[in-house]
């Protein structure tokens, strides 16, 4: 009998070590909040693969607050916001939908106009926080097919250029909802009635959304989620609805909006506690790496959506240097365009998109598939490696033919212009660093692009 007994503890003792470590094994960092679609580190990695080769995208803001394009009573300066900054009731802000009728909007287009900036996928408001829905929702008749004289899937016709053009379709989708009668809460100036409003319901409604765009629409690259930041929305809804988008696409990378870990404007949080696969700084740019994924998001001028008085636009220097400046720091740009009323990306983003792809067309092997710089700071620009590379971006060109470089482990086999790679450029080395011999003018107004090649991965001189 005792023995018996000593047995059964021993194996109880047994069982609960080998449960334990299989545990153990099992949860690594990635496990955190999202244990029920954990995955390894690896497939991890390859889940995120296409994103990190990406670093470029749009972000297309879209909605019915084009058709005011920013002005509501003589004041000029909303866009997105409208229905908020202007305090527009509900209903007075629904009859918009009578007037959105983009017919010039042509897919085909938009997804061209991406792709020759050299961005490789898009992120469109299926959803903003108006609530209005840019396709075909089973779930409500705020969308453009039952509300709208244009009745067209907007979403779709981008799904299938998109695939046809060869770029990654993504979906921002607002978790606020300021349409939404169960949404809670309600903004403080408006007087409709939050009695009977039920946010388990509104959830539920958003999550048939979520499903609707992940099973109508062809592989989705990125769920962005935003608007996370109202009382109402906790950690333990952000958790479960990465949880519930994983599991309808395991593929699918989603932001850190979707929980509560967010830092405000910086994007920053903390991967290992938090829900999302990647930090969102919005409109600006941190000022070293994160140590995780991240993505800023920013506009070309001061306002997401459409606002037809808005003219302060970035230049297209500032624009490129920017991208560089991003990828050279390990994250991704997502770039944003706010189209009209009539379904056209404005003039002045198109023209800065041109100038981008057109750099991208000589540089763009300094920008995909890169990892940040090895160099904590260099005076005349920025630095990105891929493999035996090391990419040099000159934001200020020498006067004197010389730039000098930091100190390296190995001596480069070749160096050359990324403009010009049949040339090369001869190089000095001395103590202090490498000295290249470079042409008196810039081969490139915005950014000039230097690729040395090693025979194997550069380091950095520890002891330089
Ligand atoms: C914000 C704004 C929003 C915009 C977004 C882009 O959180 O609420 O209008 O869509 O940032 O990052």
Redesign the pocket.
């Known amino acids: 009998m005792k023995v018996n007994n000593f047995l059964k503890t021993f194996l109880k003792i047994v069982f609960i070590l080998v449960v334990s470590a299989g545990f153990m094994m099992c949860s690594n960092p990635k496990d955190k909040e999202t244990s029920s679609v954990s995955e390894t580190q690896e497939q991890h990695d390859q889940r995120m693969s296409w994103w990190r080769e990406a670093r470029f995208g749009m972000?297309i803001?879209w909605g019915l607050y084009a058709i005011p394009a920013g002005e509501w009573k003589g004041e000029t300066d909303h866009?997105?916001?409208i229905l908020t900054t202007a305090q527009i009731p509900v209903k007075e802000y629904e009859k918009f939908t009578d007037q959105f009728n983009p017919v010039q909007f042509n897919a085909e287009d938009w997804v061209k106009t991406a792709k020759n900036a050299g961005m490789k996928y898009i992120v469109i408001?299926s959803k903003?926080?108006d609530g209005f829905c840019l396709f075909d929702s089973r779930l409500t008749k705020y969308d453009v097919i039952d509300a709208t004289p244009f009745k067209r899937d907007i979403l779709k016709e981008l799904s299938d250029e998109c695939q046809k053009q060869g770029i990654r379709l993504c979906f921002?989708h607002?978790i606020?909802d300021w349409h939404h009668s169960d949404y809670l809460p309600r903004r403080k100036w408006e007087s409709r009635s939050a009695k009977g409003a039920d946010f388990d319901r509104y959830v539920r409604y958003m999550k048939g959304q979520v499903k609707e765009l992940l099973t109508n629409y062809g592989d989705i690259g990125v769920m962005w989620f935003?608007?996370e930041w109202e009382d109402t929305w906790n950690k333990e809804r952000g958790t479960d609805l990465y949880h519930y988008v994983r599991t309808l696409r395991p593929s699918v990378i989603i932001n850190n909006?979707v929980g509560k870990g967010r830092q405000g404007m910086s994007g920053t949080y903390d991967p290992e506690s938090a829900a999302g696969d990647f930090g969102?700084p919005?409109?600006e740019i941190p000022d070293t790496g994160l140590g995780y994924d991240w993505e800023t998001?920013m506009t070309m001028n001061d306002h997401?959506?459409y606002n037809k008085h808005d003219d302060n636009w970035k230049s297209e220097k500032d624009l490129i240097q920017k991208l560089v400046d991003i990828v050279s720091k390990g994250g991704n740009f997502l770039l944003?365009v706010g189209p009209t009323a009539q379904g056209l990306f404005p003039e002045s983003s198109v023209q800065r998109l041109e100038a981008m792809g057109k750099w991208m067309e000589t540089n763009a092997e300094s920008i995909y598939g890169t990892n940040a710089s090895l160099f904590a700071d260099l005076k005349w620009g920025r630095s990105t490696t891929k493999s035996n590379q090391i990419f040099f971006h000159v934001f200020e060109w020498p006067d004197n033919g010389i730039l000098d470089l930091p100190v390296l482990e190995k001596e480069a086999e070749s160096a050359y212009l990324l403009a010009d790679p049949d040339t090369q450029l001869e190089i000095e080395y001395s103590g202090t660093g490498a000295h290249l011999h470079v042409p008196k003018q810039a081969p490139d107004p915005h950014v000039s692009v230097i690729t040395l090649e090693f025979n194997q991965t550069p380091t950095i001189n520890p002891n330089p």
């Open positions: 972000f803001h866009a997105e916001w408001t903003h926080h921002y607002s606020m935003d608007g909006r969102t919005e409109q998001c997401w959506g944003n």
